[in-house]
């Protein structure tokens, strides 16, 4: 796992590496400046017959770039250095590196950029607290149109901890990180401005307490959590899941995740349905079991049934509550009755936030092991929280609520997937493409998850594999058959491949 910060710990990070002595601020920027350097050398297409400009703002971020352009005219590169304000030609740096002044510019507003030329981007780094304006915004406007352009830290523009756009910004190709990714390259505008993110390692203090940060997860992470199956396993070993799923308009939901689940290796399977759904899922779903049961005029489910799918959940290892259930006045009241009594393992989804929204129940009324998987509109009415504020910063708004989830665990789904484990540790997974933000995707998590906790896997566990898994079905429809077309139903035929693609590193 790897930490990732936010700009009080990067600030923080620096500190404690240059007052225990192991390295000093100006070895910290040499380091940078020479990584950045290498970079450059080593992964653009024929360097040596590349322009660059490097473009030094004020601060360390500025520092670090003319740095940089030292290392790349000493290795020969055709390097040009413009300075954003001319007091940074009083710096330390020009006396203790000899920089041929001829390969030194000034901006001014009449600067012309050449879209075939590289631009090193050291405008502005994490420290960034306000709108950017006046000359540079001018430049930063002029860069918008370049193709080749790498940043360093982070995009110019993009705010450290919430990747929000500070008035404008760079759109890099790569984005440079020093000692750790930052939050910002992991949401909103900053997701796509910071292109392809690279550490660069420049000396720092290794993180003491790495569990206090937020951790992105990598591939050896996943591999170690399969469940594995006994020689002597049979369909009931191998996890008995109950879905309280569907209803008219909305059968789509519980098959996707009756499907995933399925393909996701669960023995059996349950669907608790409305009667007038039968039909339908025994004929689509020909290797699970339908429970139906009798609905209200509207095709809902009415505290009358509650007793019914309690006894059905007292055979299950998981439940799957809420893809797909239509919801009208009543209920909130015979969701949270069932919620309140259930004592297994429990997925709950989309509509199976409706008592928590109402505040029928508390979450801490859940079963102890539950999992919640809300996208962000669903996260702002579970918590009565702004969904314009979540949007922009995720991270402060999960933080905040972390205490109501009295250690269940909470995967908030987006670009870049929250999951927040039952100790409260936050981790980032930005595994799944694009392609996943298509009508019922969500479903088929929801299925992915059900079928592990059956399987007895872990809440904390189950729900970084889940979310890992469902990423890599969209990898791997990519390489089978098109990195166009996508859409739910195409992703349980894929979990095979993507179960064999992790039990391979593994």
């Known amino acids: 796992m790897i930490p990732v910060i936010l700009k009080n710990e990067a600030f923080a990070l620096d500190e404690s590496t240059i007052s225990s002595g192991y390295l000093s601020e100006k070895d910290l920027m040499d380091n940078a400046g020479k990584s ?57 740096i020009f006396e203790k590196y000899t920089i041929d002044s001829k390969t030194i510019n000034f901006h001014d507003d009449k600067i012309e950029l050449n879209p075939d030329y590289w631009y090193i981007d050291g405008i502005f780094g994490i420290g960034l607290k306000r709108n950017i304006d006046g000359k540079y915004k001018k430049i930063i406007d002029l860069l918008i149109d370049c193709p080749n352009i790498i940043s360093i830290d982070i995009p110019s523009g993009i705010y450290c901890d919430n990747g929000i756009m500070a008035g404008t910004n760079i759109n890099a190709v790569y984005t440079l990180t020093m000692g750790y990714p930052k939050a910002g390259h992991f949401f909103n505008v900053g997701l796509d401005a910071s292109g392809e993110v690279s550490v660069l390692d420049i000396g720092f203090k290794d993180i003491s307490e790495p569990h206090s940060f937020l951790q992105l997860i990598d591939h050896e992470d996943i591999c170690e959590q399969l469940p594995a199956y006994s020689e002597n396993a049979h369909k009931y070993s191998r996890g008995k899941l109950v879905t309280i799923a569907g209803s008219i308009g909305y059968t789509g939901a519980c098959i996707l995740a009756i499907q995933a689940a399925m393909k996701t290796g669960v023995g059996i399977v349950k669907a608790i349905i409305p009667k007038s759904l039968n039909v339908v899922l025994e004929t689509i779903l020909t290797e699970a079991i339908t429970i139906p ?31 797909g259930l239509k919801t009208d006045a009543n209920s909130g009241d015979w969701m949270a009755q069932i919620l309140r009594k259930l004592e297994k393992p429990l997925v709950l989804d989309a509509s199976g936030f409706l008592p928590l929204i109402e505040n029928k129940m508390t979450i801490g009324e859940l079963p102890p092991d539950s999992i919640l998987t809300p996208h962000y509109a669903e996260f702002s009415r579970i918590f009565n929280l702004d969904l314009r504020k979540v949007m922009n910063d995720p991270i402060s708004a999960v933080r905040g609520i972390i205490p109501k989830l009295e250690n269940r665990v909470l995967i908030l789904k987006g670009a870049t997937n929250i999951i927040v484990n039952s100790g409260g540790d936050i981790f980032l997974m930005n595994h799944g493409p694009p392609a996943l933000a298509t009508a019922g995707t969500g479903d088929v998590l929801t299925g992915i998850l059900g079928a592990l906790l059956a399987q007895g896997e872990q809440l904390d566990e189950a729900s970084l594999l889940a979310v890992y898994l469902h990423g890599e079905c969209v990898h791997q429809f990519n390489k089978i058959i098109s990195s166009m077309g996508l859409i739910a139903s195409d992703l349980p035929a894929m979990l095979p491949y993507a179960l064999n693609e992790v039990n391979h590193v593994h």
């Open 36 to 92: 950045i350097a290498q970079f450059v050398v080593e992964n653009i297409h024929d360097p040596f017959n590349q322009n660059i400009i490097v473009l030094a703002g004020p601060g360390n971020n500025g520092g670090d770039a003319i740095i940089c352009h030292y290392y790349l005219s000493f290795y020969g590169i055709n390097s040009k250095l413009i300075l954003l304000d001319k007091q940074q030609k009083e710096s330390w």
């Open 293 to 323: 049961i009798q609905e209200h005029d509207a095709g809902t489910f009415t505290t009358e049934n509650s007793s019914d799918i309690l006894l059905e959940t007292d055979w299950a290892d998981a439940v799957i509550f809420g893809p």
